[in-house]
């Protein structure tokens, strides 16, 4: 059954993201679909749940207050968001990707030839050197949005603020070639399980915002997410056979 609720108090992405973790939390909960614009959120559930439950749920957050959503029409001007093209959404990954791929390859071009392996290994440096900056700058945020669809993070909160010390040690490694094979293998692995969660948020046609650059974008999740994992996954994977 899905039920909708009125929210008041939340100005940005950032609220968003915290009101739909915390809601998500709740026992017999299995979807939560917010609406930032309309302050309004559809809440799936496997059994009945009291708006006191929901309410209990944000009492640590008193801005945030959840009510039964009234059976009115609701107007809403679109906003520029939800007006943004395909290429305007997405265009700071990208950009950031044309970046990387093409000091990747100026990188690795050495005596009229491109080296593959230089050129993946200087890709995966970059790659996990710049997405781990940028949820740097907002690492709560960070944590907070990818606990939304993440299958270890929503069961351990701490993992949200591990792993972007983990795509920044991976960063280190593969800029400086430490232990390529073990640090593939790590790599292979922590995409593999990143990917799942995103796997199911975009084949369940979840409408929540992709933490891969923070919350610094507000970049939602989609198809472009699950390449961006695949692509590392098949490097990875790419580097570990050239070594057998």
């Not at 009115?72 to 520029?80: L, N």
């Not at 591990?162 to 293998?185: R, S």
């Not at 692995?189 to 369940?204: A, W």
């Amino acid at each position: 059954m899905t039920h909708t609720y009125s929210i008041t108090g939340m100005t940005c992405t950032s609220c968003q993201s915290k009101v739909q973790g915390l809601l998500s939390k709740i026992e017999g909960v299995t979807n939560v679909s917010i609406n930032l614009q309309k302050a309004t959120a559809d809440i799936e559930m496997a059994k009945h749940i009291s708006i006191n439950t929901f309410k209990s749920a944000l009492q640590d957050y008193p801005k945030y207050q959840i009510e039964e959503a009234e059976n009115k029409p609701v107007i809403v001007a679109f906003t520029e968001e939800e007006t943004k093209s395909w290429l305007a959404t997405y265009k700071p990954i990208l950009l950031i990707f044309a970046y990387i791929t093409t000091i990747s390859f100026i990188a690795s071009f050495q005596h009229s030839t491109i080296h593959w392996m230089d050129t993946m290994r200087i890709f995966m440096a970059g790659f996990f050197l710049t997405f781990s900056f940028f949820k740097m700058l907002d690492l709560k945020g960070f944590a907070e949005s990818y606990a939304m669809y993440d299958v270890v993070a929503k069961k351990l909160n701490s993992w949200g603020f591990v792993y972007a010390f983990v795509e920044l040690a991976l960063g280190i490694a593969y800029a400086v070639n430490f232990q390529p094979f073990a640090t593939n293998i790590v790599t292979i692995v922590v995409m593999t399980v990143s990917i799942i969660g995103v796997l199911q948020s975009v084949f369940n046609k979840r409408k929540i915002k992709c933490a891969c650059l923070g919350a610094v974008f507000n970049l939602p999740m989609s198809t472009v997410t699950i390449i961006e994992d695949a692509l590392m996954i098949a490097m990875g994977a790419a580097m570990i056979l050239s070594m057998l």
